[in-house]
């Protein structure tokens, strides 16, 4: 009331009212998912279904399994599908009466399918029960919006690692490519589970192409989950190797716990540096080791070596560098051979692009780094 008095006073028009908000009761939800997806009234549906079950004016005859008949409007099922259109056009035995046959499925789900034509209604137990002969019946007769509804219905409730194989094979007979993908991805998902199925072992003497394409995707999928675990670990040790080139300036240049210009009274408060605490257990080590300087003797000294040639290669700056052997190393690197000198560049050029260096006051960039 406040803003359409002061629009008033203000010479405007008033704001129009707010749309109402529809209430929906958790039922009607349920029933709109489960039983119809049609947006026209409930008495307009309940009509279809009215004129379908009572089959007042029927001038259709649908001959089904097992001597079964279900009785059709020609203009309702003629419009809904174009190849049933054809079908009655064929049949000129009787010219008020026609006669088509739909065989293959059990009667009921013929039933749900011809009810689906007038009304595009289905009960919730019908899908469950004949879900696969109404995927099959939307596509032979090319009733689209039910093919969409089945694929629907399978995607959220009734794919299972038991139906997976006879879905996935009736998606690709029945051209329908997200079915065929959401089958593909449950069965590399599930493929212990749905290779020990009656599916699976019912594919594997009918269709044993299909069962080795199979195979060869679950063995790609298998390739590419250990390749992205092989690149997370590399792209962790590469990581690790950072932090660590960043300790070491950290603790020779400012000083950590019991090592560098100025020692923490408090060594057991964090740094910031995880790397630090391993460092320095490190550093300490080859200080007092014996073993060091005999070829291969210490696999501990060897590594504290590795980091300190890693830290001079990525080392802007060797002569302000505080570092031990920083600038060592640098004149080392020029009686390395060939070899060593690519594969040292390949180990600097994946650390530095890990971490992205942009402009470290201590660090090469990343750009500068070539093979």
């Not at 590594?303 to 570092?323: F, G, P, T």
């Not at 060939?338 to 402009?359: A, C, H, P, Y």
């Amino acid at each position: 009331m406040e803003n359409i008095s002061s629009e008033k006073v203000s010479g405007g028009p008033p704001s129009p009212p707010p749309y109402p908000v529809v209430v929906l009761k958790s039922t009607d939800l349920f029933t709109r998912r489960t039983s119809c997806q049609s947006f026209v009234s409930k008495a307009t549906r309940d009509s279809w279904d009215r004129m379908f079950d009572e089959a007042h004016g029927a001038d259709v005859l649908i001959h089904t399994d097992d001597n079964g008949l279900v009785y059709a409007h020609s203009n309702v099922i003629g419009m809904a599908s174009d190849v049933i259109k054809g079908m009655m056009k064929q049949d000129k035995r009787r010219p008020h009466r026609k006669s088509i046959s739909i065989l293959g499925v059990p009667h009921d789900a013929v039933r749900v399918f011809i009810r689906f034509l007038y009304s595009s209604c289905y009960e919730k137990q019908d899908m469950e029960d004949f879900a696969v002969h109404l995927l099959v019946l939307s596509h032979v007769y090319v009733v689209p919006h039910l093919k969409r509804v089945c694929e629907s219905e399978f995607e959220k409730f009734l794919l299972n690692k038991e139906n997976v194989i006879d879905v996935f094979q009736l998606a690709l007979l029945c051209d329908a490519p997200r079915l065929g993908l959401l089958c593909h991805r449950m069965i590399l998902k599930n493929f212990e589970e749905v290779s020990t199925s009656q599916g699976w072992l019912a594919m594997k003497e009918s269709h044993p192409r299909l069962q080795k394409e199979l195979l060869r995707s679950v063995a790609y999928e298998l390739n590419c989950v250990k390749q992205r675990n092989r690149k997370q670990k590399e792209i962790q040790t590469y990581t690790q190797l950072y932090d660590a080139m960043e300790a070491f300036v950290h603790i020779c240049r400012d000083g950590c716990r019991e090592i560098g210009p100025t020692k923490i009274e408090t060594p057991h408060v964090s740094c910031g540096f995880q790397a630090c605490n391993g460092l320095e257990q490190l550093l300490k080590h080859l200080a007092v080791c014996k073993l060091r300087s005999i070829p291969g003797g210490c696999s501990r000294c060897k590594r504290m070596w590795q980091l300190l040639e890693l830290h001079s290669r990525i080392c802007v700056d060797s002569e302000q560098c505080k570092v031990p052997l920083c600038n060592n190393f640098k004149e080392r690197m020029k009686t390395q051979s060939r070899k060593d000198e690519k594969r040292w560049k390949l180990l600097v050029k994946n650390v530095l692009s890990t971490k992205k260096i942009g402009g470290s006051p201590f660090f090469l960039q990343a750009i500068d780094v070539t093979l």
